[in-house]
């Protein structure tokens, strides 16, 4: 399958056309969420994008088989294997087993992500499921020379692999400066050099989650998992990784360390990231208590939020930046993707009311075009979303009878929208109204058409008033009274 699509490959730092391994098929690996606590912001952010950017392949006709894996063991509170065990650490806290952590986390990950509209992945592995995987990967590095194990823990040798790999290849950082900026940590004098880290973890004998393994009682290390789940299910390459910003210098970097020492290849031709999430230009966290839930944001309960915004509002948000650009949440920015949304949505629910021309001078196929070439340049939704108000103008424009339109351009209006609207930016309409709502409001504006021939222009302007708060717009026009929500 041919395409124009180009991506941003962190790897080579350049955009480069999309030309996957085995076309038609597309291999997509996402690190999924550690399922500790509840998803936050930043997480839903990266899955939002990724969703965007399956949605567009499955539109271009790929067969993508999309993994996204749980992480529900293995990770330390440190990224240097220092720390607490976050699973172990949440269950003492809320004295519940790990696994009703898991449980409770993951049920909740999801919820939110069906209330974000994004389409589940072929494949959720998760790290629990797949010990024995991780184990036979560890075998193999340590088979191959670039591991070694010390009184139960298996580390990655990163100075032997240096001596024939690039260690820093998707992140171009100075070997030596990360050497300089690595702290020196108690309890880590076991390891033969400061940037090694662990693939397989000795338990203690409190640690709650551990399994048998041939170097005693362990746990994998939090790396270990997405190397070992990406070449179960997408083979030892295949063509595109993603993840956040944050996952690049360490977890994505140690990834490609451990699967070119066992495997001797680069897991994935294409690596992709997100950028941050920020609230009023300052990075969110919750030590500075700018951070705020899913629920949070949906509801209002925040003293940063002025008021609730509804998921697709919050998607929509979302999508009108670039997946690598900085997004800043701030209740005036909210406010002003919430009526783009509904100016949308509104936009998209004339299309049946509209009234088909004999002539047309409207461009179709140049706005299509426009579109897809927006799509094709790194899945840019901003510029997207910036055409599809075009489309919106020339809606409104033939509703209003200043732009006659033939029943074809009505139909391509159709299809675009449901094309870029719903089936690529993954929004649908919310609070669309039921055969009842629209019954009743014929009801209403039969009883205003009543007033109206009685001369009652007092009644007739009251209901037109009252439901115009309630945001239901009347339009009169020679074939009677139509309605649109604002």
């Not at 399922?35 to 271009?60: A, E, P, W």
């Not at 952590?101 to 790290?127: C, S, W």
């Not at 992140?171 to 880590?188: A, C, P, S, V, Y």
């Not at 190397?227 to 956040?244: T, V």
Request: charge should be negative.
């Amino acid at each position: 399958m041919d395409s124009n699509l180009v991506i941003y490959n962190t790897l080579s730092r350049t955009k480069e056309k999309f030309e996957p391994l085995h076309p038609p098929m597309v291999g997509l690996y996402v690190c999924g969420p550690t399922v500790y606590s509840d998803v936050h912001l930043g997480n839903c952010r990266t899955f939002v994008s990724f969703d965007l950017i399956y949605r567009y392949l499955l539109h271009l006709g790929y067969k993508v088989r999309y993994v996204r894996n749980i992480t529900d063991a293995g990770h330390l509170e440190g990224d240097m294997d220092e720390g607490d065990d976050k699973f172990a650490k949440k269950a003492r806290l809320e004295q519940l087993e790990p696994m009703e952590i898991v449980q409770k986390y993951t049920l909740g990950f999801h919820d939110v992500m069906r209330l974000f509209n994004a389409l589940p992945p072929g494949i959720e592995p998760t790290a629990t499921g797949h010990v024995i995987e991780q184990i036979e990967m560890v075998k193999q590095i340590l088979e191959n020379g670039y591991a070694y194990e010390v009184n139960g823990t298996v580390y990655f040798d990163v100075e032997k692999y240096c001596k024939e790999f690039n260690y820093t290849i998707l992140t171009n950082r100075n070997l030596e400066d990360l050497l300089e900026n690595t702290r020196e940590l108690g309890g880590q004098n076991e390891k033969k050099g400061r940037l090694d880290f662990a693939l397989w973890i000795k338990a203690k004998p409190e640690h709650i989650m551990q399994w048998p393994s041939p170097w005693g009682l362990g746990f994998p290390g939090w790396h270990i998992e997405c190397s070992a789940m990406s070449s179960k299910y997408l083979g030892e390459n295949f063509d595109i990784h993603g993840g956040g910003m944050d996952l690049a210098a360490t977890h994505h970097t140690n990834e490609i360390a451990q699967s070119q020492a066992c495997n001797h290849v680069t897991p994935a031709k294409y690596w992709m990231h997100t950028n941050m999430l920020t609230v009023n230009g300052t990075r969110m966290s919750k030590s500075k208590g700018n951070g705020f839930l899913p629920y949070q944001l949906f509801s209002g309960n925040h003293e940063l939020l002025s008021r609730g915004f509804s998921p697709m509002s919050v998607r929509f948000f979302m999508l009108q930046a670039h997946y690598r650009s900085t997004l800043d949440f701030s209740n005036e920015a909210l406010e002003a993707s919430d009526k783009g949304f509904k100016r949308l949505m509104n936009a998209y629910s004339l299309l049946e009311k509209l009234s088909p021309s004999q002539e047309s001078k409207n461009d179709l196929k140049s706005l299509s075009d426009r579109c897809y070439a927006a799509m094709n340049d790194d899945f840019n939704s901003p510029v997207l979303i910036a055409e599809l108000f075009e489309a919106v103008h020339l809606i409104n424009s033939i509703y209003d009878g200043k732009s006659p339109a033939t029943r074809k351009d009505i139909d391509d209006l159709k299809k675009l929208m449901n094309d870029f609207v719903f089936d690529v930016l993954g929004l649908k309409e919310e609070g669309s109204q039921t055969d009842d709502t629209a019954k009743l409001l014929d009801f209403i504006i039969g009883l205003r058409t009543e007033a109206k021939e009685n001369k009652d222009y007092a009644t007739s302007d009251k209901i037109r008033i009252g439901l115009n708060s309630l945001g239901i717009q009347l339009k009169d026009n020679k074939e009677g009274t139509t309605w649109n929500k604002i």
